[in-house]
């Protein structure tokens, strides 16, 4: 069974940093694109950033040159380094990734329960 557990969620005054993590476990044979989305109370949900399997990213223009993504293909680990948080940051954040199970022949797009991450004023 495949699945997907973060780490590293919390309270953080602005200015701050926190280091999100997301591990993929179970019988995988590939995992292709991986990245995190947030959703605040009242929004839909929304891209933060995304890395391919060859390590090309994507940040939403809100997190530009604040946030990291990167990946331990070995670890089947995905992070996200947030850096100068601000209150507008506080969301759920959860991880996805599109894999290839072994019982399966395509990818598939897996999600990871969320973690809370709020910024203080």
């Known amino acids: 069974q495949v699945q997907l557990v973060e780490s590293g969620g919390g309270l953080v005054q602005a200015g701050g940093s926190l280091r999100l993590s997301c591990a993929a476990s179970?019988?995988?044979?590939?995992?292709?694109?991986m990245g995190w989305y947030r959703q605040a109370p009242g929004k839909q949900r929304e891209l933060v950033a995304s890395?391919?399997?060859?390590?090309?990213?994507n940040y939403a223009d809100s997190v530009k040159g604040r946030f990291t993504i990167s990946r331990d293909n070995v670890k089947n680990t995905v992070y996200l380094q947030m850096n100068s948080l601000k209150p507008e940051d506080t969301a759920v954040y959860y991880c996805n990734a599109n894999l290839i199970p072994r019982t399966r022949l395509r990818g598939e797009d897996y999600w990871g329960q969320g973690t809370q991450v709020t910024v203080s004023s």
């Open positions: 890395i391919t399997s060859d390590a090309s990213t």
């Open positions: 179970g019988r995988i044979s590939r995992i292709n694109d």
